[in-house]
């Protein structure tokens, strides 16, 4: 019997459906072509501490980090039934071919059900990037051997671990902390992607709330050429910008220095010539078809949906067929797909949408943009149309974003964008002023694009006169033009997953930065959306109109832990590390040992955390820790939160320590908290 254990129910039909003849059974399809069974995203999960040594159930500093010498998996009791199924089925199986999601998440989740049952019975692997018929029999015709896909795994099981140790040892160590400052009810869930990327938002909010804004000034010159007036910029010389007038980037921020060179620049005589005129052709290629995060970020720019929003009608397009897999982290396309490009543009010409019908309509199948890579291609590829045709059936925000994908699609079948560009240098009062502008020779896919909106002190889409260096110009008018400094925006949800994706940009080492410019940011397509939604439902971000901003909670968090975990300098380096140990760089044994290394530096760092104190706490007198009220088998009682290297204890008196009474009694025992009492929620990255 051939097996296909696809990854979910909706990828089991559309499978079962290519293999002919589908028959239902429980939890399993029978085929033409084989059994078809499915899971429910991952069957197994890490097994908890207290599953290692019971008495990790109790939540205790001195036990930390807890380090498993041997990983344990349990099956998830919600999907037990299911997984008794797909073990019978294994059991019965002559081949078994692996149908999850083309990714590391997907590669892992059946693979570990086969590890988990010990299978011994050959595995091929479907690489499924798409649901439509033709695309699933085309996958089915090039099986591969689930042996090459090994080190996928194995980056996948790195991932896993390292999110365990990171949020079941940090999010103790950081709540045991908390609590000896009093914090008794508040759970710290710590993660080696959600910590990092709270940061964010917090630092962001801080820049926000302590910018100072600037008034900072321009001069803008108009010359008369021969051929036509132009207006030029005042470009102070390397010696002017020593001078106090200017600030550390350059710009000129005392008025009075300002109006005073303006004045000369008003005053005769008014001959000037031209330094230099310098004319290049540019050509700018389409933008490149979506990954998932660009096209989270580009449907929140257009429609402000958020990145859960849009991975939501991504997925429902690819289990109606419509599109392609949309957890991707690729923009590129393979060349044999090239073939389909008629077959799919013509499908877009029936389309509704008249901008996109008539971008279809004119597109040429026969261009080969960019896009078409193979070299940039791994297990799966951009997320584009598929060919089948447009359905009526789309709720709005999935033709929003079935749209967007069909139009970064459609135009890698249009020329270059081309333009010449036009730089001007003039000399005039023994100062030097500058211009550019551009002309359109090729309109190519803008045609489709409105170009993005220039800075209004960017005169680069200005038309010029046709000059010749050493030509003369006449000053004609100069003129102050004021501006003020902006703080930087806040993130939105889509804003912070490009934040995400474009890491590199907000790394604290200078090296690092240089390093990650072309690492693939933190998380992953699949969890960046839902770790921001995360951090929301555990009160940690709040949203105003769309606007993430921190909450006290996230203040306190971020200040008391070091910098190693808040700035994402590691967290980045540790993806490019599980990026390359897919592609066979890198063991898992050597990744895990560095992810125990820095948990453990972590765990220390604990100790010395500075948590403000709570409101309203009683300290105590020996340690300066928390005093908690407790039950104990004679009633009530206050013990010291630093338990057990603190014992001590008083009576209750009227809901208050009895400092009064008799101090430091007798150690009373009393059980620190509890899974059952404090439950960590850092299960996402």
């Known amino acids: 019997m051939k097996l296909y254990i696809a990854e979910?129910?909706?990828?089991?039909?559309?499978?079962?459906?290519?293999?002919?003849?589908?028959?239902?059974?429980?939890?399993?399809?029978?085929t033409s072509g084989g059994v078809v069974t499915w899971l429910f995203g991952h069957v197994l999960q890490q097994a908890e501490p207290d599953a290692y040594d019971p008495k990790y159930k109790f939540w205790r500093a001195e036990d930390l980090p807890i380090v498993p010498k041997v990983w344990k998996l349990e099956v998830n009791p919600a999907a037990a039934q299911q997984f008794q199924i797909v073990k019978t089925l294994i059991e019965e199986a002559d081949e078994i071919i692996h149908a999850g999601d083309p990714d590391r998440e997907g590669q892992l989740l059946v693979d570990e059900v086969l590890d988990f049952?010990?299978?011994?019975?050959?595995?091929?692997?479907?690489?499924?990037?798409?649901?439509d018929e033709t695309s699933i029999r085309r996958a089915n015709a090039d099986l591969h051997d689930n042996a090459e896909f090994f080190n996928l795994k194995q980056s996948a099981l790195a991932r896993s671990r390292a999110d365990w140790l990171i949020g079941m040892n940090l999010?103790?160590?950081?709540?045991?902390?908390?609590?000896?400052?009093?914090?008794?009810?508040?759970?710290?869930?710590?993660?080696?992607?959600?910590?990092?990327?709270?940061?964010?938002?917090?630092?962001?909010?801080?820049?926000?709330?302590?910018?100072?804004?600037?008034?900072?000034?321009?001069?803008?010159?108009?010359?008369?050429?021969?051929?036509?007036?132009?207006?030029a910029k005042f470009k102070p010389s390397k010696k002017m910008l020593e001078l106090k007038a200017f600030d550390v980037e350059?710009?000129?921020?005392?008025?009075?220095?300002?109006?005073?060179?303006?004045?000369?620049?008003?005053?005769?005589?008014?001959?000037?010539?031209?330094?230099?005129?310098?004319?290049?052709?540019?050509?700018e290629a389409a933008p490149l078809p979506f990954s998932l995060s660009s096209l989270q970020v580009a449907a929140g720019k257009a429609f402000g949906y958020t990145p859960q929003q849009v991975l939501d009608a991504a997925q429902s397009l690819y289990e109606k067929?419509?599109?392609?897999?949309?957890?991707?982290?690729?923009?590129?396309?393979?060349?044999v797909q090239l073939k389909d490009a008629q077959r799919i543009l013509k499908n877009l010409t029936g389309t509704r949408n008249e901008s996109l019908k008539n971008l279809s309509v004119h597109a040429d199948a026969t261009i080969k943009s960019r896009a078409w890579n193979d070299s940039k291609i791994s297990a799966h590829h951009a997320i584009i149309p598929t060919q089948k045709i447009l359905a009526t059936d789309l709720s709005e925000v999935e033709l929003n974003v079935y749209n967007l994908i069909a139009k970064n699609y459609a135009v890698q079948f249009y020329p270059l964008h081309v333009y010449d560009e036009t730089t001007v240098g003039v000399k005039y009062k023994g100062e030097n002023f500058s211009a550019r502008g551009k002309v359109?020779?090729?309109?190519?896919?803008?045609?489709?694009?409105?170009?993005?909106?220039?800075?209004?002190?960017?005169?680069?889409?200005?038309?010029?006169?046709?000059?010749?260096?050493?030509?003369?110009?006449?000053?004609?008018?100069?003129?102050?033009?004021?501006?003020?400094?902006?703080?930087?925006?806040?993130?939105?949800?889509?804003?912070?997953?490009?934040?995400?994706?474009?890491?590199h940009k907000y790394v604290k080492n200078p090296e690092s930065k240089k390093q990650l410019k072309d690492v693939y940011g933190i998380g992953t397509e699949a969890t960046r959306a839902a770790i921001i939604d995360d951090l929301i439902q555990r009160g940690f971000l709040k949203v105003a109109k769309k606007i993430l901003q921190p909450t006290d909670k996230a203040y306190l968090l971020i200040d008391a832990l070091p910098d190693e975990m808040t700035y994402p300098d590691a967290t980045a380096i540790w993806e490019d590390k599980l990026h390359s140990m897919s592609a066979g760089d890198g063991t898992l044994e050597d990744f895990l040992l560095g992810?125990?290394?820095?948990?453990?530096?972590?765990?220390?760092?604990?100790?010395?955390?500075?948590?403000?104190?709570?409101?309203?706490?009683?300290?105590?007198?020996?340690?300066g820790s928390a005093l908690i009220k407790r039950k104990g088998k004679n009633g009530d009682f206050w013990g010291c939160s630093a338990y057990p290297k603190c014992r001590t204890t008083f009576d209750d008196k009227n809901g208050k320590p009895d400092f009064d009474g008799k101090k430091f009694l007798p150690p009373k025992t009393f059980v620190p908290m509890s899974s059952e009492e404090f439950v960590v929620m850092s299960s996402i990255e």
């Open 8 to 30: 979910k129910p909706s990828m089991a039909r559309e499978l079962a459906a290519c293999l002919k003849n589908p028959q239902r059974g429980n939890g399993f399809i029978k």
């Open 117 to 131: 049952v010990g299978n011994k019975k050959p595995v091929k692997r479907i690489l499924l990037n798409a649901l």
């Open 171 to 231: 999010s103790r160590a950081y709540t045991l902390a908390a609590r000896r400052r009093g914090y008794d009810g508040l759970v710290l869930p710590i993660g080696r992607v959600k910590t990092p990327t709270l940061a964010l938002v917090v630092r962001r909010e801080r820049e926000i709330k302590n910018f100072k804004p600037v008034d900072y000034f321009n001069i803008l010159v108009t010359f008369a050429h021969v051929n036509g007036n132009f207006i």
């Open 250 to 283: 350059g710009r000129l921020i005392d008025k009075k220095f300002a109006e005073s060179l303006v004045e000369k620049f008003s005053a005769a005589p008014f001959d000037g010539k031209i330094s230099s005129y310098k004319t290049t052709e540019k050509k």
């Open 321 to 335: 067929k419509l599109t392609t897999y949309p957890r991707s982290d690729c923009e590129f396309l393979p060349t």
């Open 440 to 503: 359109v020779k090729q309109i190519g896919w803008r045609e489709f694009y409105i170009a993005p909106k220039v800075k209004a002190d960017d005169e680069s889409d200005t038309i010029l006169p046709i000059m010749q260096t050493g030509d003369d110009v006449t000053q004609k008018k100069s003129e102050l033009k004021q501006s003020v400094t902006k703080p930087p925006q806040r993130f939105t949800s889509s804003s912070l997953v490009q934040g995400m994706k474009d890491i």
């Open 595 to 623: 992810q125990v290394k820095f948990t453990s530096e972590l765990c220390a760092a604990a100790t010395t955390a500075k948590f403000s104190d709570a409101e309203n706490i009683f300290k105590c007198p020996r340690c």
